[in-house]
């Protein structure tokens, strides 16, 4: 990892109104740990950060891992480790959810055609769990139509 990262910060102005983050990662697996912790950390920062809506073990186990498998699987799968191409990723932080979406460069997939890494004939094949995982960590997993785009849905509570 060389170039340090930005994340960009926009706060709402009124009761309800969100809160918005955004940042550029390259496609370097250098960059997930220093990018979840960039943004992890704004919801533990004191004064005018996102509303405390979910829960510090939410943040600390579901959000990072949730973040930091979809920017690892968007570096190594959709833009295959380019290092002209960059993971794009923005969170909305509302009332009642926060929503994460990280989008890559590449042609994209279908998340509907990843086999079940819980059927026996995978079970011992180290491939195709990060979609699982990603399920069963947050509450809602949405995929852009070309599957390029993926939005992680945690709600508050």
Do not use: W
Not at 28 to 37: K, S, T
Not at 92 to 97: F, L, T
Not at 120 to 133: A, C
């Amino acid at each position: 990892m060389t170039a340090p990262l930005r994340l960009d910060v926009r706060r709402g102005a009124g009761r309800g109104t969100v809160t918005e983050m955004s940042l550029d990662v390259p496609s370097d697996l250098g960059y997930v740990g220093p990018a979840v912790e960039l943004i992890a950390d704004q919801f533990q920062a004191s004064g005018g950060a996102p509303p405390p809506l979910l829960s510090p073990r939410r943040v600390r186990f579901n959000l990072r891992t949730a973040l930091a498998e979809a920017l690892a699987n968007a570096i190594a799968y959709g833009n295959r480790h380019d290092p002209r191409r960059v993971v794009r990723v923005r969170v909305e932080v509302r009332r009642d959810a926060v929503r994460i979406h990280v989008t890559d460069d590449g042609a994209g997939f279908d998340p509907a055609a990843v086999p079940d890494p819980t059927l026996p004939e995978r079970l011992e094949r180290e491939d195709g769990r990060g979609l699982f995982v990603l399920r069963r960590l947050v509450d809602r997993v949405v995929f852009s139509e070309k599957g390029n785009s993926v939005c992680l849905t945690l709600r508050a509570g």
